[in-house]
């Protein structure tokens, strides 16, 4: 094969099953990657009676799972919301999902819904550990140990009127960020199923049949290119592309040079890359999770968000990522955070300057540089209905509303571009909810499967995405793919 047909960063183009020589190996279900989806595949799999071989690009696994906070967005009335009090139902959870995300999947939302019980129940058999206990304090994540948290915007408006809200953030038991104890889990359990594990093996291309059925793979291992054949298919969970700036440039250019971007350093979008070789199509290529982490402390959500004109445009007890989002929509940018003296905190994560201090919300203003009267005229209506316990303009909940009247007065800068935004990738390939990878055209690609972010999931559009739901998606979604697969090996020539 030749040097620019074999180029590790040109997995675009696949590789004909008549130029491979020999196989290496085959077996009945090959994953590439090795984080939630790839180990979730890789049990189910495995449990299925398929010879699971699972190829890992980086020297160990864990991806960008095991740098996360580790928590999985699941409901429907769990063992752990149960133990805290909250009579949560899949037919709420579905009406929640649906309503915050403008572009839904009906069938995989519904699925997910509906299995969000039983994959709890599941991962706790696998060992992963959940408490039962729940966090209160308005948090990005728990930084102790407990599990059930308020993770998106169940309580926010328009949503507590869509859906009865309920707390879906599972944080895997650990303390601080907890993904690395998830994967550990999924780990073991993958070993103990019988699936192996290969690190320090990069996938470069996919090998097609003459119908275009995918039939193998290239890997560079041990110092070669080495063909690997699966009887039942191959299963693409190598992440997202976050860290692949060509892509960031092509698909989220409006992100890039104002967020840092997070994942691992593999996150260079070869599983969609891969997938689009043999026809796979990408959807929501366009879509992100970004945040504005500006709390911890919870105090400031008492604060009011204004822009560049001294108008409020989102309720501040709305989920960071929701708020991310709108903000970095404002006129320019300029997103300002108002405080005053009982509420005010510094932002935990750092980054988030105070842009000025001052004695009065008129003179507030004049420092920001806002249009005379605009903030004054802000804080006057809102002062108004926070006295009544009300927010008619955007919602508020009446536990965060509280007059801002105790100087000094300060405004923190949490515009686009200057405060600490994050973002990271949520379009993929475009997959049925059994992880099979469709064409433009909506045809199954035979022999090929997908799950977590190398697919558009759950987790779709950067207004509705919802903490937990990535990992939610990619260990739920990858079981399904992992079983399908494995199902598939019986139906082709051993
Ligand atoms: C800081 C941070 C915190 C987060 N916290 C949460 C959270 O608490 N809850 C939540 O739901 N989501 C969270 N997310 C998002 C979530 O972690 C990821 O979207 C999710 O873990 C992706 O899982 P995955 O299995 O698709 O990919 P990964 O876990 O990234 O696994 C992909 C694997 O594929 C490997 N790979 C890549 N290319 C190749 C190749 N060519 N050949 C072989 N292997 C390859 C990679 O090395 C990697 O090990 C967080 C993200 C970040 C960055």
């Known amino acids: 094969m030749s040097e620019s047909r074999m180029s590790p960063d040109n997995p675009s183009r696949p590789v004909s099953v008549s130029d491979v020589d020999s196989w290496h190996e085959t077996v009945d279900v090959l994953i590439v990657g090795y984080g939630a989806a790839g180990a979730c595949a890789a049990i189910e799999a495995a449990e299925a009676g398929a010879d699971t071989l699972v190829l890992e690009r980086a020297s160990g696994g864990g ?13 429907g009335g769990t063992r752990v919301q149960k133990a805290c009090g909250f009579d949560d139902s899949p037919v709420e959870m579905l ?43 308005r948090v990005i994540q728990p930084a102790n140990d407990d599990c059930l948290f308020w993770s998106g915007n169940e309580k926010s408006w328009p949503y507590r009127e869509i859906a009865v809200p309920a707390p879906r953030g599972h944080k895997v038991q650990g303390e601080g960020d907890a993904g690395s104890v998830l ?4 780990d073991e359990a993958a070993k103990r199923a019988g699936v192996r594990v290969r690190c ?26 080495r063909a690997f054949r699966a009887r039942g298919g191959v299963l693409l969970c190598a992440g997202g592309f976050a860290m692949n700036e060509a892509m960031l440039q092509r698909h989220l250019s409006r992100l890039v040079g104002r967020v840092t971007p997070i994942g691992n350093p593999y996150d260079d979008g070869a599983g969609l890359r891969l997938g689009m ?69 510094r932002p935990i994560i750092e980054g988030f300057e105070i842009a000025a201090v001052e004695q009065s919300v008129d003179g507030l203003e004049r420092a920001l540089s806002l249009p005379e009267g605009s903030l004054q005229k802000t804080v006057d209506l809102f002062n108004h209905y926070a006295e009544m316990g009300e927010d008619p303009v955007l ?48 045809e199954a690609i035979e022999g090929l499967f997908a799950a977590g972010r190398s697919c558009c999931g759950v987790s779709r559009s950067a207004e509705g995405y919802v903490s ?16 399908t697969a494995a199902a598939r090996r019986t139906k082709v020539d051993r």
């Open 95 to 137: 009406r929640y999902l649906e309503a915050s995300t403008p572009n839904p999947d009906p069938e995989k939302f519904r699925l997910y819904a509906e299995g969000s019980v039983m994959h709890f129940d599941w991962l706790v058999s696998q060992g992963v550990p959940f408490k039962d206990s729940l966090h209160e304090e």
């Open 183 to 186: 994967f550990a889990r999924l």
């Open 277 to 345: 070789s043999a026809r796979g199509a990408g959807i929501h290529l366009n879509e992100y999770h970004i945040t504005v982490p500006f709390y911890p402390p919870e105090s400031l959500t008492f604060g009011i968000l204004v822009n560049g004109q001294g108008q409020r445009f989102i309720a501040e007890d709305a989920y960071h990522g929701r708020i991310g989002e709108a903000a970095s929509q404002q006129l320019m940018g300029t997103v300002y955070l108002i405080v005053d003296e009982p509420i005010f905190g």
């Open 395 to 442: 919602h508020k909940q009446p536990a965060w509303l509280r007059p801002l009247k105790e100087a000094p007065f300060a405004a923190f800068d949490c515009s686009f571009g200057k405060a600490p935004y994050m973002a990271f990738s949520l379009g993929g390939l475009w997959t049925k909810p059994t992880g099979e990878v469709l064409t433009e055209d909506g």
């Open 200 to 225: 320090d093996s990069r996938v470069l291309k996919l090998v097609l049949d003459e119908g275009g059925a995918v039939v193998g793979l290239i890997a560079h291992q041990d110092g070669e290119d």
């Open 468 to 483: 937990g739901t990535s990992i939610g998606d990619a260990t739920f979604f990858g079981r399904l793919a992992g079983r």
């Open 63 to 75: 991806g960008t799972t095991a740098l996360a906070g580790g928590v999985v967005y699941l409901g």
